[in-house]
């Protein structure tokens, strides 16, 4: 009886064991198929090698479009019915593969998945009236989710990781060794506008962008500046205008000096 318990229990662990070895294996897997999106180019001075991976299983090879998928340390491409397998190692953004023959070529990651450009951005939940989940994409390849009240408190720790798109869905590979999924929203313009995460709805958060108003327009032609019209004067009498006028030499007295009457004659009298 005692050795049927000990080998249930053996028999337990072993499945256990092997279940925990599943799941390490996918999350190697999914960790793997994230790393590797987007494209890797390999320059000499003659030629350039070009791999771009679409998505999990559809890779651009130079300019021919094959299907791939991941063995033990070994990337399986399929080309004319025939399935041949390249080791592979990755380091920061290097991949080193190994071809057919044993030739061996180091590429480095040039561009991120177009899809995983897509969906950078931050994006909130509200939980309550005073916090809100963040979730937030950058660089086509890291994610971060925490919570946040309204002044910006840290309410819980952050949970890291990196992602891939996948069709409609994120892939989520958290630091912790998980695989986890959401659900990508579009809008009518087919631009990502929201998140669907653990039952809640991630809005997308657009910035502000304040634009400078233009400089004034350059006018070759200065203005014209003209003196004003001088007013009438109608508050001054006659003889005031008189005066004025005969001081400018506009008018002349009413006797000129011809017209005077000489001394050295009597008056009454003028000479003819």
């Not at 090879?61 to 399929?78: C, F, H, P, Q, W």
């Not at 998945?113 to 309550?128: C, H, L, N, Q, R």
């Amino acid at each position: 009886m005692r050795s049927l318990y000990s080998l249930m229990i053996i028999l337990f662990l072993l499945a256990v064991s092997g279940i925990n070895a599943q799941i390490a294996n996918s999350s190697s897997v999914d960790r793997s198929l994230t790393l590797l999106r987007g494209r890797w180019e390999y320059h000499t001075y003659d030629n350039k090698w070009k791999l771009e991976f679409k998505s999990d299983r559809r890779l651009l090879m130079n300019d021919s479009t094959v299907k791939y998928s991941l063995a033990a340390g070994a990337i399986r491409i399929e080309r004319d019915n025939e399935a041949i397998e390249y080791p592979f190692a990755m380091r920061n953004d290097s991949l080193t593969l190994e071809y057919p023959g044993g030739k061996t070529l180091t590429y480095i990651h040039s561009n991120p998945g177009t899809e995983e450009m897509a969906v950078d951005g931050k994006f909130y939940a509200p939980i309550d009236s005073l916090h809100r989940n963040f979730m937030k994409f950058e660089n086509a390849l890291f994610y971060s989710l925490d919570s946040k009240t309204d002044d910006g408190t840290l309410r819980s720790g952050s949970l890291e990781g990196i992602y891939r798109v996948q069709c409609n869905y994120i892939y989520l590979c958290p630091d912790d060794g998980s695989v986890d999924t959401a659900e990508i929203r579009y809008d009518f313009n087919g631009d990502v506008n929201g998140i669907a995460y653990h039952r809640r709805l991630y809005d997308k958060e657009y910035q502000c962008i304040l634009y400078a108003p233009p400089p004034p327009a350059f006018n070759p032609y200065p203005v014209q500046f003209f003196p004003p019209t001088p007013a009438p004067d109608n508050g001054s009498t006659d003889q005031e205008s008189k005066k004025r006028k005969r001081d400018d030499g506009l008018i002349r007295d009413d006797k000129s000096k011809d017209d005077r009457i000489p001394h050295d004659k009597p008056p009454g009298k003028r000479s003819l």
